[in-house]
């Protein structure tokens, strides 16, 4: 007697699944996807984000680099050739890491996801493979971990509050009680803040720390070296 279907259920990939003209990842080539949509107090917020299936880096629709530029916005200079054909040293930089558990649980409200901020988010993954465009090899990959607490700190107090970042932006001046989503949001943001500040900050050292544990830091440092 049969247990269950014998034909194996109807799968469609990645690039039957992309929308017509999808963006490609600068890192895999991969077709990228929408992942979140921001919605906030001003355009310095409103954003569509795409994320590539395949090695994960997260970047902005509007700003999707070519693969040569992301891998110099990521490493900069390192690995580049110069006239003679030399190639650059190596580097080590530090990047918020798009396979993290913070970017699972906040998505828009990831505290990487600064208002105005449109730099590209990769994974460990995509890291290696737009080193590997620059003659880098990628090494240790520490994932830091007061870094990693503080932004996740910010992730949790966003979920609460009415503003992104609310406290750097009003402390900033960026925000102020008559702009953004009215007096009454911004009141409410500063009772939170202050009320939910203290809880929040223990959460988020147990959440990070089990996270930098399992290998799903916030906060990459990646070193890479000419290959």
């Not at 700003?63 to 990521?74: F, I, R």
């Not at 918020?96 to 505290?111: K, M, R």
């Not at 949001?185 to 544990?213: C, K, N, R, S």
Request: proline share 7%; charged share 20%.
């Amino acid at each position: 007697m049969a247990l269950g279907r014998s034909d194996p259920r109807p799968t469609v990939s990645l690039e039957e699944g992309a929308p017509p003209g999808a963006a490609r990842c600068p890192a895999c080539g991969g077709p990228l996807f929408v992942w979140i949509e921001t919605d906030g107090w001003g355009p310095r917020e409103d954003q569509i984000v795409d994320r590539c299936e395949n090695c994960g880096l997260v970047v902005g629709r509007e700003t999707v680099p070519t693969p040569d530029g992301a891998a110099a916005q990521l490493f900069g200079e390192a690995g580049a050739h110069d006239g003679n054909g030399h190639g650059g040293g190596s580097v080590v930089v530090r990047a918020a890491n798009a396979a993290s558990l913070q970017a699972w649980l906040g998505a828009e409200n990831w505290a990487a996801m600064r208002p105005g901020d449109r730099t590209l988010k990769p994974t460990p993954k995509a890291a290696g493979l737009l080193a590997a465009r620059r003659g880098l090899a990628l090494g240790r990959i520490r994932h830091l971990v007061v870094p990693g607490m503080a932004a996740m700190w910010q992730t949790l107090l966003n979920l609460l509050t009415f503003h992104r970042d609310f406290a750097s932006e009003a402390i900033s001046g960026r925000l102020r009680p008559g702009s953004g989503r009215g007096r009454a949001a911004y009141a409410i943001d500063v009772l939170v803040t202050i009320l939910a500040a203290t809880p929040t900050a223990i959460l988020a050292v147990l959440l990070e720390g089990g996270a930098v544990l399992a290998r799903r830091g916030g906060v990459i440092e990646l070193r890479a070296a000419p290959g």
